[in-house]
């Protein structure tokens, strides 16, 4: 199943299911321009993994860690399928970089890795917009990845039976494909990270973990057009708009 929040014609917030374009909520269809999308689930953070692919952690020119490398993006990060994300101001390097991203269905804390896939809603797309300048500069990274907008999530929760243990994630940027992985290239798997996280932390329903981005990321412009695909979840797709400093 692969749920959709939106705002129908009315205003109103509604939860239903999405099937080849189409908006299904009770006895109702909407075509996926008659509303607004809006990110499917409203996280109290999100907690983001560092370098989970050796690729990427090569081409960043940084070592593999021993145990994920954690950090965290605040709700004011959401921003949702069909949005424009309005990013830093002067900054020579913003990014963008594909994810599965692991939505919470229950408040869970010292959660075992062997029933870590209980407490799992489903999984959505991520895009972890970077702003690198500030990122090389600090340890906590709040100004690289925790600015407004800097998680656009969607466009579905998608069941974790509709997602393949080896599911493709890729990014386009303009309609190029720049990033094209899968889930099973992960160094640590969504079990281990649910178990590690809430070893530390509670996590709370809707709450998301981004697993972070295989290798290909790369440098956004102002206006650029932004795709990330998870196999099972669908594409989200979004613009960007970097102001003139």
């Not at 321009?33 to 692919?53: F, Q």
């Not at 969607?154 to 303009?174: H, T």
């Not at 160094?187 to 530390?200: C, G, R």
Request: glycine share 10%.
């Amino acid at each position: 199943m692969r749920r959709v929040r939106f705002r129908d014609p009315a205003g109103a917030v509604r939860y239903g299911e999405w099937e080849d374009g189409v908006i299904v909520f009770g006895d109702r269809t909407f075509d996926e321009d008659e509303v607004d999308v809006l990110a499917p689930c409203e996280p109290t953070k999100i907690v983001c993994v560092g370098r989970n692919y050796a690729e990427h952690a090569d081409e960043m020119g940084n070592d593999v860690p021993d145990r994920p490398l954690l950090f965290l993006k605040g709700p004011n990060t959401v921003a949702s399928h069909g949005s424009e994300v309005t990013l830093p101001a002067g900054k020579d390097r913003l990014d963008f970089e594909a994810e599965l991203g692991v939505v919470i269905g229950e408040q869970a804390k010292n959660v075992a890795e062997a029933d870590a896939m209980d407490v799992v809603a489903g999984f959505t797309c991520v895009n972890d917009l970077s702003n690198r300048d500030d990122q090389r500069r600090e340890t906590n990274w709040v100004r690289g990845k925790a600015f407004d907008g800097a998680a656009p999530l969607g466009p579905v929760l998608a069941s974790p039976d509709e997602v393949p243990e080896d599911a493709a994630v890729r990014s386009y940027c303009n309609g190029e494909l720049r990033q094209d992985a899968s889930r099973e290239l992960m160094l640590f798997s969504v079990p281990e990270l649910v178990a590690e996280i809430t070893s530390y932390m509670t996590l709370e329903p809707g709450d998301v973990i981004a697993t972070g981005t295989p290798e290909g990321v790369g440098k956004l412009a102002d206006g650029d057009e932004v795709a990330i695909e998870v196999e099972g979840v669908g594409r989200l797709e979004h613009t960007v708009e970097i102001p003139s400093a």
